[in-house]
């Protein structure tokens, strides 16, 4: 493909795919959220906020297969929660096909000599550690189904270093790390494992950390959610292990020499 603009996804793209999205109440989560439930997904809506999802629930529910609403803190989370989001899953589903990690934290913008050190472990966790422990839980279910595609979320800081991004770009790095590692170790099983940069969107993050932007000269979350169709459909059956970027549709790959 050479570009997400040759990427026509069918309507029933996504029909009886079961696919949780992490963050899925605001900004780019809910952008992909409301395309997967169009295409036809069974979406696991995962938000911090019970009003907050309550409202996407409600809303998403009218588009295409009845959403299901998953509440986590993902900074607070213990053990127990995440066993019993495991346990929703499976006695509803049995399996689960698609695992957007897209919740995240920016921090904040500040040399590493002032960095808060509270702050970089909260980054660290909810970017980096709440992920790896949902995916560790969860593996198993997606070890049943016939094809599963995790989906971890970088950044252009998320493999190139930048003054004053401190923990928000270490944390993407070790999400490429992360993603990278767990591709490698699923070969030839049925769980595909890529990462995606969305690129500058109009959201609360770009707007934290670019406060003097204008909103209006970016691209809003709509106009990147073909990526994360194709990622999560079967149109990309078999790939695993890339790194893609939302908006060109480009795709790199680092392997083991
Ligand atoms: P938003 O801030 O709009 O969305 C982030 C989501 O993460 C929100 O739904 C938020 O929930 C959720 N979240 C944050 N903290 C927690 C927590 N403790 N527990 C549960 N959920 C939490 O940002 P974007 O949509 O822009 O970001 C989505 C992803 O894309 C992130 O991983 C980000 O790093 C990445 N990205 C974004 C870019 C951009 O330009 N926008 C560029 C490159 C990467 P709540 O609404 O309750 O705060």
């Given at each position: 493909m050479r570009s997400w603009a040759d990427y026509s996804p069918r309507n029933?793209?996504?029909?009886g795919r079961v696919i949780l999205v992490t963050g899925?109440?605001?900004?780019i989560g809910l952008a992909v959220s409301r395309d997967l439930v169009r295409h036809g997904a069974t979406v696991v809506l995962h938000g911090r906020d019970a009003a907050a999802l309550e409202n996407v629930y409600n809303e998403l529910k009218e588009l295409g297969p009845e959403p299901v609403a998953a509440q986590l803190d993902l900074e607070r989370a213990q053990g127990q929660e995440y066993q019993h989001l495991t346990d929703l899953i499976a006695e509803r589903?049995?399996?689960?096909?698609g695992l957007v990690h897209n919740a995240g934290i920016l921090g904040d913008l500040s040399p590493i000599e002032h960095y808060d050190i509270g702050l970089w472990q909260k980054v660290m966790h909810v970017n980096v550690n709440a992920p790896f422990i949902l995916t560790r839980c969860l593996l198993p279910l997606l070890h049943q189904s016939k094809d599963a595609s995790i989906l971890f979320t970088t950044s252009g800081v998320g493999n190139v270093g930048r003054a004053f991004w401190g923990a928000y770009c270490a944390s993407k790095f070790a999400t490429e790390g992360l993603a990278q590692v767990l591709a490698d170790e699923c070969e030839n099983t049925s769980v595909r494992v890529n990462y995606i940069n969305p690129g500058s969107t109009r959201t609360g993050m770009r707007r934290k950390a670019?406060?003097?932007?204008?909103?209006?000269t970016l691209p809003a979350p709509e106009s990147i959610t073909a990526a994360y169709l194709y990622l999560l459909g079967?149109?990309?059956?078999?790939?695993?292990g890339n790194r893609f970027e939302?908006?060109?549709g480009k795709s790199t790959r680092k392997t083991v020499a």
């Open positions: 029933d793209l996504l029909d899925a109440t605001s900004g589903f049995e399996r689960l096909d670019f406060p003097a932007e204008d909103p209006d079967p149109d990309s059956a078999g790939m695993s939302a908006r060109s």
